[in-house]
């Protein structure tokens, strides 16, 4: 290991960032999909790996709000998209209610 310190500029905080991004998003998509086949193939349940997967995205947001990074448009359309989110979530269960009690 060196003992000069690296010189940290613009360029090399937003290539971390982008690193991180990237890295998060390889993380939820793959929580996605080990939900998916734990549903579809093991019928099993994946509220815990929901609740880590809505609970990183709520500690990202918390901490953005928090250093005020966060504007009134972001605001706006976060909320426009979890109403349209509960909205297709409450047709989707609506229709599988009907669907299961049509299947009995």
Do not use: C, H
């Not at 991180?20 to 579809?40: D, E, H, P, Q």
């Not at 359309?77 to 269960?93: D, R």
């Amino acid at each position: 290991m060196s003992d000069n310190p690296v010189p940290r500029d613009e360029r090399t905080i937003a290539v971390e960032n982008a690193s991180y991004r990237l890295a998060y998003l390889v993380l939820s998509f793959g929580l996605l999909v080990i939900i998916a086949v734990r549903a579809l193939v093991l019928k099993e349940a994946g509220w815990d790996l929901f609740v880590l997967l809505i609970l990183s995205s709520g500690v990202a947001t918390f901490y953005q709000a928090k250093q005020q990074t966060l504007t009134r448009r972001w605001a706006k359309e976060g909320i426009l998209v979890a109403l349209i989110a509960a909205v297709v979530g409450t047709a989707i269960l609506v229709a599988m209610l009907q669907l299961r009690s049509l299947l009995r």
